[in-house]
C-alpha cells in the first residue's frame, strides 16, 4: 500500500534542512554514482566535534535512533532513510527532542559510499529491513553480499553490524551471507526479549507492533575483523 504524501512536505522538509545532509538520488546509474559522484561528509565540521560515528540504514521514524542518541550523547549518529514522508517524521522529531548528535540522508543505502569517508563508521544498525523473500529481489535486501561490500567500505576495522529482525527466513539468510563477507558473527538470539540482550535493547516501532503480534525477535552482531580487506564495489 502507496503511503500518502504528508501534507505540506516541503516547506515541513525545508525547516528540517539543518538536519539534512543529503537527498534524493544524484544519479540513477547507482555504480556510475558511487564511482563519480562524492560529496564525501566532513563530520567533525557537521558535528563540530571528533566523536565516534554509527549509522542506522532504514530509520524509519526515528524511533531508534533519538533513544540511541539520547543514551548516547558522546556518540555522533547517522540516520539513512530512502522514504521522505518516514524521514521526515524523524527529523522533526529529533527537532523537537533538541538532539545536536544525529543527521540524516534522505537517500538509498546502494550510494553511502557517495557520502561517508572510507572506514570511518564504527556500527551499522539494521533494525527489521525488509525481507524481501522474493528471489528476484535478492540483491535489494540489506544483508545481500551486494550491501555487505558496500558496509565494508565504509566500516572502521574491527567495526559492527548488528542486525534485528522478526523474519526467521531473512535472519538465517542474512548469517550466512555474513560468514561468507568474513564477517565473524556473534551475540545471536533466536528469541531476544526472553534473553540476556533483553536488558538493552530499544525496541524500535515495527518491533513492537510485531512483538504485540506475538512474533520472535532475531538478533545478531557482525564483526568485521581488524584486517578485514574491502572487496571492490562493483
Ligand atoms: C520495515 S521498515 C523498519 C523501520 C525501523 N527501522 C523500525 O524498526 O521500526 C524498513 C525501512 O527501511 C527503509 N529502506 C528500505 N530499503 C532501503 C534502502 N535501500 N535505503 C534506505 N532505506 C531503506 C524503508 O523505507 C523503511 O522505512
Redesign the pocket.
Known amino acids: 500500500m502507496r503511503m500518502r504524501r504528508k501534507r505540506n512536505l516541503e516547506p515541513r522538509m525545508e525547516a528540517c534542512a539543518d538536519l539534512l545532509l543529503a537527498r534524493g538520488k544524484p544519479c540513477k546509474n547507482l555504480k556510475e554514482a558511487a564511482e563519480n559522484y562524492r560529496a564525501i561528509l566532513n563530520y567533525e565540521q557537521i558535528f563540530g566535534n571528533s566523536n565516534p560515528v554509527e549509522l542506522?540504514?532504514?530509520?524509519?521514524?526515528?524511533?531508534?535512533i533519538l533513544e540511541k542518541a539520547r543514551r548516547e550523547p558522546a556518540v555522533n549518529y547517522l540516520a539513512?532513510?530512502?522514504?521522505t514522508n518516514?524521514?521526515l517524521t524523524a527529523m522533526e522529531r529529533t527537532k523537537a527532542a533538541g538532539l545536536s548528535n544525529i543527521r540524516f540522508l534522505n537517500?538509498?543505502?546502494?550510494i553511502l559510499p557517495c557520502y561517508l569517508r572510507e572506514h570511518s563508521v564504527g556500527v551499522i544498525?539494521?533494525?527489521?529491513?525488509?525481507p524481501l523473500p522474493e528471489k528476484s529481489r535478492e540483491k535489494?535486501r540489506?544483508t545481500s553480499s551486494r550491501?555487505l561490500a558496500i558496509y565494508k567500505t565504509v566500516l572502521r576495522r574491527g567495526g559492527r553490524i548488528e542486525q534485528?529482525t522478526d523474519s526467521e527466513e531473512f535472519f538465517e539468510y542474512s548469517l550466512m551471507r555474513f560468514g561468507e563477507a568474513g564477517f565473524t558473527v556473534s551475540g545471536v538470539t533466536r528469541d531476544l526479549h526472553n534473553s540476556p540482550y533483553a536488558a538493552d535493547n530499544i525496541v524500535?516501532?515495527?518491533?513492537?507492533?510485531f512483538t504485540a503480534k506475538g512474533s520472535r525477535i532475531f538478533r545478531a552482531v557482525a564483526t568485521l575483523e581488524e584486517n578485514g580487506g574491502a572487496d571492490p564495489l562493483f
Open positions: 542506522e540504514i532504514g530509520c524509519g521514524n526515528g524511533g531508534f539513512v532513510e530512502l522514504c518516514v524521514i537517500i538509498p543505502a546502494e544498525y539494521l533494525n527489521f529491513s525488509t535489494q540489506l550491501f534485528k524500535t516501532e515495527y518491533e513492537a507492533n
